[in-house]
């Protein structure tokens, strides 16, 4: 009597007597062959469910519950207390979460369940709870009605607890939808116990017909209860009186020919509507689930559903793949449910065989362990309250990842339970993790390479190592393709072939793009050797080599300069006025860009130089030699041509007031434009940096875009191009 010496006349925040309420669960408990020391701790848990914390602790403490009533009844307690330290989290989210979370409050609440019996206590309760509240006439907790609904009923269909099942749904359903609740029960013409009765009474006729046929079989049933018959009128979208399986057998037999022996009895006992007749044993779901379906005019002349199935299709439809709890949760909507894992699948099969063993053998339902399908998870909470699956043993690094990819690349702290801990700390079921996050886009953004090494524990989730590993990838491939354009740039430049196109390169060594090109030749996979063979072969497919200043010469005469004669290549490349093909390069003095107005002129060894009309060095070798110079164009480009392999480089030089970040917020503007910058070099004297970039444009708007966006950068004092 120690609860009752301490508990006394102390009421729950409902006003629900706490012994009255344990009392309560406690025959519930023995309703269903709950064993002792399930049923002493049902007295204790109903102090959990509906006393404060604080009240608990001034009652009796762990210790003195496990020596007052024993080890085994103090941890399934503890179980208890595990379970509901979530409780207020369940009734907020129930009734405004979606399916997926609906689905996972399910999964979080059999994971923290380590015993059967945590389950089956916190069914009871519930149960108890809603029965009080209904003599009473007081209304509910709000949430309290839709966690019952969306969460433990479906928990308790899925166990096979078909008597807690019913009778949670209903009364919750009597609060939540009260107007709805007391409109069917009067379209009802008999209570429920009238329509039990009927139902025992048509099951024993049928036992007695079968046995009189020579068809053992094992006859069970009972009605459709309310809620069952509200939810398959608004998901058929019809009225009562055409539901036609309010009030239903099942019938098991022994082998299949039994199966339709039994049919033919009851057909021949009770008029069948042929309409309701379904053979799935013939035609079986798509699931694999088999059993006949028959409806028949019972002897008040009102229908009556009979299942018929052989043991082994029994078996498989409860604890199989054709699972009947997935089935009417799917079809009665139950948010979610196309959610559940196997893993899942297997844990509720066991604890259901279990259960079923447990009554079978007539012993009392006791302990156990549940299997680990579920055991190898853990359940932990965002900020906003929502509840985030991850594998036993996750990091703060692993919840991130899982919440959101960018998240996981922009963690550097945590917070658990509103406490500092390191990245590796390992979570459990319950705990409320937030994350710190640098900004996005603050240039810092990224794993750390110690997040791969297994031996410091950051990363524990598969998901979250792929994350990371894709990350590092990405960074490798970024420097991959930058290093290979490098190299194929010079090779290109060593051969004289500036104007050949990266595709037709790419095509010459086999490689399926550009960007595959550039990661072979970073990676060695395409040898310093071929790629020059490959650019000489590529150049000579495009344009007859010329190598020499006699042979540029001679080819300008064979052909024959015609003033005004212009052929227009599509690729927007260099145009020699007069003479086609010939092979030219961009002056790194000056670096034109398209429409800069261009000059020619002839080197030795290097084809035509092109350079810009004003530059300096040009108007100095024209001068020493004006024969060798050529009237040059620009090739016509096609409208919307962005060919990113045609890329010019120019020199950008700017002058700005020294501040930290500065390098930083310039390069930005390039990445923004999406520019790639092939050399920087910076100088600061007297808080004054000078820097000059080499970068690439298409032509000579994007160089002006460029210009003026560093103009704006905070401390730009001008850009130019040099």
């Known amino acids: 009597m120690l609860a009752r010496e301490r508990i006394g006349e102390s009421t729950g925040r409902s006003g629900e007597p706490v012994l009255g309420h344990g009392e309560g669960t406690r025959a519930i408990l023995s309703e269903l062959g709950a064993d002792a020391a399930t049923q002493a701790a049902a007295l204790l848990f109903g102090a959990w469910d509906t006393l404060a914390g604080e009240q608990i602790e001034r009652a009796f403490g762990t210790d003195e519950a496990s020596r007052a009533f024993g080890r085994e009844t103090s941890e399934l307690v503890e179980g208890i207390r595990q379970v509901l330290r979530m409780r207020e989290v369940q009734l907020r989210l129930s009734d405004q979460a979606d399916g997926d979370q609906l ?25 108890q709870t809603l029965r009080w509240h209904a003599a009473a006439r007081r209304e509910l ?21 078909w008597q807690l099942k019913w009778e949670l749904e209903d009364l919750a359903f009597r609060f939540d939808a009260p107007q709805e609740y007391r409109r069917l029960a009067r379209e009802l013409e008999e209570k429920r116990h009238e329509r039990e009765a009927f139902v025992e009474e048509i099951a024993q006729r049928v036992r007695e017909a079968l046995a009189a046929a020579g068809v053992r079989a094992e006859v069970s049933g009972r009605p459709k209860h309310i809620y069952s018959i509200w939810n398959k009128m608004r998901v058929k979208q019809r009225p009562l009186e055409e539901i036609q399986d309010l009030r239903g057998l099942r019938v098991i037999v022994d082998d299949v020919r039994a199966c339709y022996a039994a049919l033919a009895v009851i057909h021949e006992r009770w008029t069948p509507i042929t309409a309701e007749f379904d ?42 793949v054709a699972s009947h709890w997935r089935y009417k949760e799917r079809s009665t909507g139950v948010p979610g449910v196309s959610r559940a894992s196997a893993e899942h699948d297997e844990r509720i099969a066991w604890i259901r065989q279990l259960l079923a063993w447990q009554r079978e053998v007539g012993t009392r339902l006791g302990g156990g362990a549940l299997p680990s399908t579920l055991g190898d998870r853990i359940f932990v909470l965002t900020p ?29 702290g945590a917070r658990v339970d509103g406490q500092m801990v390191p990245l590796n700390t390992e979570l459990q079921t319950g705990q409320t993790v937030e994350i710190i996050a640098i900004k996005p886009g603050s240039g810092n953004e990224g794993p750390s390479r110690d997040w791969l090494n297994v031996q410091l524990g950051y990363v524990r989730s598969p998901r979250a190592r792929a994350k990371v590993r894709q990350w590092f990838n990405a960074l490798e491939l970024e420097r991959d393709l930058a290093a290979g354009r490098e190299r194929v ?26 960007e595959a090109m550039f990661a072979a030749v970073a990676r060695e996979e395409i040898g310093s050797r071929q790629l020059e063979e490959a650019v000489r072969s590529a150049g000579r497919a495009q344009a007859p080599a010329v190598d020499s200043f006699d042979a540029t010469l001679a080819a300008i005469e064979q052909r024959g300069a015609r003033p005004g004669a212009r052929r227009k ?21 000056c670096r034109p860009v398209p429409p800069d107005p261009i000059v020619g002129f002839v080197t030795k060894g290097k084809g035509v130089s092109v ?25 016509e480009r096609r409208a919307g041509d962005r060919d990113r392999s045609r890329a010019y480089p120019v020199e950008i030089a700017v002058r700005a007031i020294d501040r930290p970040g500065l390098l930083r917020d310039i390069t930005e503007v390039f990445a923004r434009d999406r520019l790639n910058v092939t050399a920087v070099q910076t100088l600061s004297r007297q808080q004054v940096a000078s820097m000059q970039f080499t970068v690439e444009v298409s032509d000579g708007a994007a160089l002006t875009k460029v210009l003026a966006a560093i103009g704006e950068v905070s401390g730009v004092i001008d850009a130019r191009r040099r």
């Open 279 to 320: 053979d799935y044993i013939a035609r079986p779901k798509p699931n694999g689930y088999q059993s006949l379906h028959t409806v028949v005019e019972a002897d008040d002349g009102r229908a009556l559903e009979v299942q018929i199935r052989t043991r082994e299709m029994h078996q498989f439809a409860e604890y199989g």
């Open 611 to 635: 350079h810009r009309a004003g530059c300096p060095m040009l108007a100095k070798m024209a001068a020493q030699a004006p024969e060798r110079v050529l009237e040059t164009a620009w090739g």
């Open 103 to 127: 689905e996972v409050l399910r999964r979080m609440l059999l994971a923290m369940s380590v015993d059967i019996r945590v389950v089956l206590l916190r069914l009871a309760s519930r149960l």
């Open 569 to 589: 290549p599509s690729d927007g490349g260099v145009l020699v006025v007069g003479v086609d093909l010939l092979m030219t390069q961009l002056a790194r003095c």
């Open 489 to 514: 740039e010079r090779a290109m430049q060593r051969e004289g072939r500036t104007a050949l196109a990266f595709e037709e390169l790419a095509a010459h060594l086999g490689q399926p793009g550009v």
């Open 141 to 161: 907790e709000p949430g309290v009605s839709q966690h019952t609904l969306q969460v433990l009923a479906p928990l308790a269909n899925r166990l096979g607890l």
């Open 384 to 412: 906003q309250a929502r509840v985030v699956e991850l594998p036993a043993g996750s990091t703060p690094v692993d919840f991130a990842y899982r919440v959101h990819t960018s998240l996981g690349h922009r963690c550097r």
